[in-house]
């Protein structure tokens, strides 16, 4: 099955910029969706097929995906992005399976 | 408004069956794919099942094949999830998902979760 790799935690102070790397075998030819989950809610997706920002989401949140690895980029980070994120992608080869990863706790100090 | 109401949680010892819903409102229910995802406590997201828009197709992560069923009713707007023989380790809240585009898109919508604990 097709495994996705996060770190499990990154901390960044507020203002700079968070990156939330995201790891599978050439995922660079996959669709990569991403999500936010702060505790207790469900969760919303902040980034989808790559780098395409739902209405409401922040242009601070951005994203690129290539080769072996995805990157979920927080500019200016404030204190309300601390929360769980998580990559997701579908695993098409024999049937269809969606994926996540293990999830990044982003931390601001 | 799209929404999603899921109920049908509850505690259930192991061996037994639960049956989920979700309830849909807001949007084309018959033009949408929809999904559970299931997250146990304390862990990280889990993809359960997926039905096409029309119900032709379903697809299952290996954990629950043979014991969960995904199915919808068109008339009532409802997802539902029959779960049979479950374990401790089915433990967790499920949601439901719309998918936003058949097997390729997020999943743009969620419910707010019904915890399901399966335990003697």
């Known amino acids: 099955s097709y495994v996705l790799a996060q770190p499990p935690s990154e901390s960044v102070a507020p203002g700079k910029t968070a990156r939330i790397t995201c790891g599978g075998n050439?995922?660079?030819?996959?669709?990569v969706h991403w999500y936010q989950q702060k505790p207790g809610q469900a969760p919303v997706v902040v980034i989808y097929y790559d780098s395409e920002r739902p209405s409401g989401i922040p242009e601070r949140f951005s994203g690129s995906n290539s080769g072996n690895t995805a990157t979920l980029t927080i500019s200016g980070v404030e204190a309300g992005d601390e929360a769980d994120y998580y990559c997701q992608v579908w695993d098409t080869r024999s049937d269809h399976r969606g994926v996540f990863g293990g999830g990044t706790k982003l931390t601001v100090l | 408004q799209v929404q999603l109401v899921e109920s049908g949680g509850g505690v259930v010892q192991p061996g037994r069956s639960l049956r989920l819903s979700c309830a849909a409102s807001g949007f084309t229910f018959s033009t949408y794919a929809m999904d559970w995802v299931r997250q146990a406590p304390g862990k990280g997201l889990e993809w359960v099942a997926v039905?096409?828009?029309?119900?032709?197709?379903?697809y299952y992560a290996d954990p629950v094949k043979g014991r969960f069923t995904i199915s919808r009713d068109t008339s009532k707007n409802t997802l539902y999830l029959q779960m049979n023989s479950l374990r401790p380790e089915d433990t967790a809240v499920y949601y439901c998902?719309?998918?936003?585009?058949?097997?390729?898109?997020?999943?743009?919508?969620w419910g707010q979760g019904t915890l399901v604990t399966v335990s003697s």
């Open positions: 998902a719309r998918g936003s585009d058949g097997y390729q898109g997020a999943f743009d919508y």
């Open positions: 050439k995922i660079g030819g996959k669709s």
């Open positions: 039905m096409s828009y029309d119900g032709s197709n379903k």
